[in-house]
């Protein structure tokens, strides 16, 4: 169990709304991403995020446009 001080100072990563805990992970209230808790540890890292349905990553997306195709390093 995360303590209320703790997810009060929370937010999600990408979005940057308030998030609030469901069993074993911290979701956004907004985007709706579901963040891991491991050892009573909250991983607030986007890689580590479970998409919600039928969502894509906003942050593969933001990669794939960084670079314009076929002017790849």
Avoid: T, W
Avoid at 5 to 10: F, Q
Avoid at 26 to 47: F, H, N
């Amino acid at each position: 169990m995360i303590s209320k001080e703790l997810l009060a100072i929370l937010a999600c990563p990408l979005c940057k709304e308030e998030v609030h805990q469901e069993e074993d992970r911290i979701v956004c209230e907004a985007c709706g991403r579901r963040y891991p808790i491991r050892d009573g540890i909250p991983v607030m890292l986007i890689d580590e995020a479970e998409n919600p349905r039928g969502a894509k990553n906003n942050a593969e997306s933001k990669d794939e446009s960084a670079v314009p195709p076929g002017e790849e390093f």
